[in-house]
């Protein structure tokens, strides 16, 4: 926290503690464009779900937003979004969102936003850090689509471009468990469709699971889903923090709805909630 405002077109905090049987805000700061719906207790365990809102409706051009979540020591949250992330024309330059994420001994956090939609002429950039302690337990969405041109052409915009790193640590020692980045860049790359490329499809999706309690089993479903699922997906297990004793997955999938990639992630997490948390099936009651 404290990492100041002035830079920021918009800034949310959130610091997550758990009190009693349930998990609450111990700390809950916006600024500028980003705000946050009252919190509910979807799952009647005392797991909190927090919606975030852009009253803007969009990323602008040259802005920088910043999302920053605690959650402390045994807290559990689920992070949304009200509707989807727009992204429109950035002659400015690109609109840019930075994340970082602290979990704590025994945390949960799923991080579930709608689509990232990208328009034509638009360019966005986002990095996510993430320190994790080896007894937590992280699910990470994200949903790539192209969005609507005048002439129906997709893959319109100028750039887009995911950097994620995910840090474990046991309070002694700290490991690097996983670093992807997505670069996707219309504007240099030709036809982003072809073979070798995007494939003929037009949404990406990229879902990862970190934790010391994914088991052989649970990682077999995830693959069984993947493969099942109305997407091109593939599977890579991650292993460079397995001397802390912490296991994550990564699931890519190309598709050309938002929805299956959408059906997939959520029956992952479903699945994750069961056997690790003890929660019922994601249910964001949004409409």
Known sequence: ???GSAAWAGVLELDIAQSGDR???KKQYHEGALRVIRP?????????TYTVVNPGGAYFGADHYLLDFHVRQGGSLTVTTQSATKVYKTPQGPAVQHMKVTLEPDAYLEY???QLIVY?????RQTTDVLMHASSTLCMSEIVTPGWSPDATDFTYKGLSMRTEIKVTDGQSTSRLALDFLRVRPS?????AAPGLMEGFTHTGQLLLASAQ???????QVRALAEASDTRSGVSLLGHARSLGVRGIAVRSLGRRT????HLHNRIIDIVRASIAGMRPLELRKY
């Open 40 to 48: 509910h207790y979807l799952d009647g365990n005392g797991h909190l």
């Open 259 to 262: 929805e299956d990639i959408a």
């Open 188 to 192: 240099e790359e030709g036809n982003i």
């Open 23 to 25: 998990s609450v805000a």
């Open 214 to 220: 994914l088991t052989d089993e649970l990682c077999e």
């Open 120 to 124: 034509r002429d638009g360019d966005y």
């Open 1 to 3: 926290m404290g990492e």
């Open 112 to 114: 579930v936003p709608d």
